[in-house]
């Protein structure tokens, strides 16, 4: 019987490394609130994603959610042009905020916002675009800057899929008013849960950092309607270790992606995401879009097969945010036509460091037995 194989796998740093700051935390009995490991975390962070200004959180949601809250927008001014083709927290961080999202359609090549398709969905309310890097591909930032620029908007990018990404050079930490960041266990980088916002306005920094702990100013003000979203001691101990090893994990993780694109290179009815020359990637997904009519079976069909084989892909992202069940009634998802048709015919397949080159070989193999 072959092994079982999921999607991912999180990056563990030597457990020795591990330890050593975690004895600390015992001996210092800090565990939480802004401690020795959060400021030193913080501080090398700043360096390797080459930016001014970082906040860490709790997770990657809650710093999109708190960004969105210190961002203040004007009254009636509600809506943040965004897309569906995201984890539900991009969406959810807008709705929760009292805003209301303005879905933009995807383009087909590298599933971010269709950057034509922006301005015509600008009204007197809209407030912000909030853009994701899909798949660690990067947006087309100098066009969303352009239009963010003309019609007075904020832009916050969700980039939970571009850690350590840069596109000419430029870190994706400097895009946009803000970028937000997750370090969750799944991601190419992980503080088991954590992430992240990065942005220019000190202003900003200073409404996150008290956002992030209740609103609490100082011993007896509490002047900001805040949530509790701090990262821990433990977390911070783990991006500190984990981040001696990230580049190592991405030279093995584009190793494992060019094994896929090799193995797939001439099968006609997959469309593979290729990185433009001006991105350096993280190789942080690996999705194909099947185009059933051409490769023989469908996305489903595929899944099933690799499932009976015990490798559970993802089809990531389906359903789209605008199809929720929770926002029955709300959406349209034919307002965004090619979000929904790349989104029943994509699967991510397994990428991470420990993935060996034969597991990538046997996926392949078992994927290419659907091609009819
Ligand atoms: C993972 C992810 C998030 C949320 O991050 P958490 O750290 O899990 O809260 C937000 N947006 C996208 C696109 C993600 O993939």
């Given at each position: ?79 943040v042009?965004t897309t569906p083709f995201t984890f539900a927290s991009t969406t959810h961080a807008i709705i929760r905020?009292?805003?209301?999202p303005v879905f933009c359609?995807i ?23 909030m853009?994701v890097?899909v ?23 969700d ?157 990531y992202f389906y359903p789209l945010t605008n199809s929720f069940e929770c926002f029955h009634?709300m959406f349209d998802v034919?307002e965004t036509?090619?979000a929904l048709?790349?989104s ?29």
């Amino acid at each position: 019987m072959n092994k079982k194989i999921l999607v991912t796998q999180s990056s563990m740093p030597p457990l020795d490394e591990y330890l050593e700051l975690i004895k600390d935390i015992w001996n210092t009995r800090w565990l939480t609130n802004m401690g020795k490991y959060h400021k030193e975390f913080q501080a090398k962070l700043k360096e390797y994603l080459d930016t001014e200004n970082i906040e860490l959180f709790t997770n990657g949601h809650m710093a999109l959610e708190l960004s969105l809250q210190a961002m203040n927008f004007q009254r009636g001014r509600t809506e943040v042009i965004t897309t569906p083709f995201t984890f539900a927290s991009t969406t959810h961080a807008i709705i929760r905020n009292g805003l209301t999202p303005v879905f933009c359609d995807i383009n087909p090549v590298d599933f971010t916002i269709d950057v034509t398709k922006i301005e015509e969905l600008i009204t007197d309310k809209t407030c912000a675009i909030m853009p994701v890097h899909v798949y660690g591909n990067v947006c087309n930032v100098d066009e969303i800057e352009r239009i963010a620029k003309k019609y007075e908007l904020k832009t916050i990018y969700d980039s939970a899929h571009t850690f350590g990404v840069r596109y000419k050079g430029v870190s994706t930490a400097n895009f946009g008013d803000l970028s937000i960041f997750s370090f969750h266990a799944t991601k190419v980088f992980h503080t088991i849960e954590g992430g992240a916002a990065c942005f220019h306005d000190t202003k900003i920094g200073r409404k996150l950092y008290h956002l992030k702990n209740f609103g609490i100013t100082g011993p007896e003000t509490v002047d900001g309607i805040g949530a509790n979203a701090k990262m821990n001691e433990f977390c911070a101990a783990m991006g500190i270790c984990n981040l001696r090893h990230v580049d190592e994990n991405i030279s093995k993780r584009k190793l494992v992606y060019e094994r896929y694109i090799d193995n797939f290179s001439n099968v006609d009815g997959l469309q593979l995401n290729k990185f433009s020359k001006d991105i350096t990637p993280n190789y942080a997904y690996f999705p194909v879009i099947f185009d059933e009519k051409i490769f023989g079976s469908s996305r489903n069909e595929v899944f099933e097969q690799l499932a009976k084989n015990d490798i559970h892909v993802r089809k990531y992202f389906y359903p789209l945010t605008n199809s929720f069940e929770c926002f029955h009634g709300m959406f349209d998802v034919s307002e965004t036509p090619i979000a929904l048709h790349i989104s029943n015919r994509v699967l991510t397949l397994p990428i991470y460091s420990e993935l060996s080159l034969d597991d990538v070989d046997r996926i392949c193999e078992i994927l290419l037995t659907c091609k009819k």
